[in-house]
């Protein structure tokens, strides 16, 4: 049983959490573990989808974001979501190589020191036996998820014991072929993929991503977010083991 167990994720942005753990954090939720979400920026420089809505400033689209969070985290029954810092702490550093990552109020620009003692005193609070968030490369370079990924490992080795708490990023199943072995892009480092089944939690994970409707459009299976590609949602989710004790091939706590 893992009810009393606890789960740490940080995220990025808003809609990060739903797009590539939403169904984890939905199964782990209804099996009684404590989900923690904590998101570094309120998302402020997103490409808004819906034309109604394309009038919202930067500073706006954050605030409405906030919104689209917490019903985000409703449908997949998470009750703790934080914002590290508090909402607007850090601000949304846009792509790599554009103006926003010279802002420095952006999370790019964050004092890692700084920002790590902030998740260090959450996961003290909350003792999680596993915390997840991106790898070195950010998943895909976004700046903003790469800062995720340095305060998350520097808070990891300053408030965790590594032969108690496991350190895992987010990865992607390769094919939908890949997913009856070992598929996952796995990082320099990584030591093990954990592949987490959400067949049960699908419906909770396309509701999650509707909630965050000025990033994405929902059509189950696909989903697409504002380039207009379209991607499946597979029946799993994807981790690599960076530290600690893992939890097999199939959960990332220990049984």
Not at 102 to 109: I, K, L, S, T, Y
Not at 124 to 146: K, S
Not at 211 to 238: D, K, M, Y
Request: with cysteine; net charge negative; aromatic share 8%.
């Amino acid at each position: 049983m893992l009810a009393g167990m606890g789960l740490l994720l940080l995220h990025a942005h808003p809609d990060d959490e739903s797009i590539g753990t939403g169904g984890t954090m939905a199964r782990y939720a209804a099996e009684g573990v404590r989900v923690t979400l904590v998101t570094c920026t309120l998302g402020e420089m997103g490409e808004i989808i819906p034309a109604a809505l394309a009038h919202l400033t930067p500073d706006e689209l954050g605030q409405y974001r906030i919104g689209e969070l917490k019903a985000a985290c409703d449908a997949l029954g998470v009750r703790d979501q934080r914002f590290l810092g508090g909402p607007g702490r850090w601000r949304d550093s846009g792509m790599m190589g554009t103006p926003a990552n010279a802002d420095p109020r952006c999370f790019w620009q964050a004092d890692v020191s700084q920002a790590a003692a902030m998740l260090a005193k959450v996961i003290d609070e909350v003792a999680p036996e596993a915390i997840v968030t991106y790898d070195a490369n950010g998943f895909y370079g976004h700046p903003d998820h790469i800062q995720a990924h340095r305060v998350a490992w520097r808070a990891y080795h300053l408030a965790c014991d590594p032969a108690r708490t496991s350190f895992y990023a987010t990865a992607a199943p390769v094919s939908p072929a890949a997913l009856g072995g070992l598929g996952g892009v796995v990082p320099p480092g990584a030591s093990r993929v954990a592949r987490v089944g959400i067949g049960g939690y699908l419906t909770a994970k396309f509701a999650a991503m509707r909630a965050h409707a000025t990033q994405i459009t929902v059509s189950e299976p696909r989903f697409a977010l504002s380039n207009g590609v379209w991607e499946e949602v597979h029946p799993v989710e994807c981790y690599t083991l960076l530290a600690g004790p893992g939890g097999g091939d199939s959960s990332l706590f220990p049984r």
